[in-house]
């Protein structure tokens, strides 16, 4: 089995799969809480720009970028309880 070893992952290869494995529960809790960070300003934005009647191509590029942070936070928080 091959691998890559970079600063926060180990990346290893072996045919025909290719997997990622986290070497620091406290990197990954820093990411997590980096993620929530973002969304929770992001959040806060769309809540502001909800209050309007006009929803526009921003407004919508706002929504979907927190419906992708959701997502990450949820694969994060899988990864964690993984670890």
């Known amino acids: ?6 600063s ?16 620091s529960k406290a990197e990954l809790s820093s990411l997590t809480t980096q993620v929530e960070s973002l969304m929770n300003a992001l959040t806060q ?4 720009s909800s209050s309007e009647d006009d929803v526009d191509a921003s407004n919508r590029n706002l929504l979907e970028t ?8 949820r694969e994060l928080e899988h990864l964690a309880k993984n670890l």
Request: charged share 25%; net charge positive; with cysteine.
């Open 1 to 6: 089995m091959k691998c890559n070893d970079l």
């Open 8 to 23: 926060c992952c180990k990346f290893f290869s072996s045919k025909p799969n290719l997997y990622m494995q986290i070497i």
């Open 45 to 48: 934005i769309n809540d502001k």
């Open 66 to 73: 927190e419906r992708h942070l959701r997502g990450a936070l």
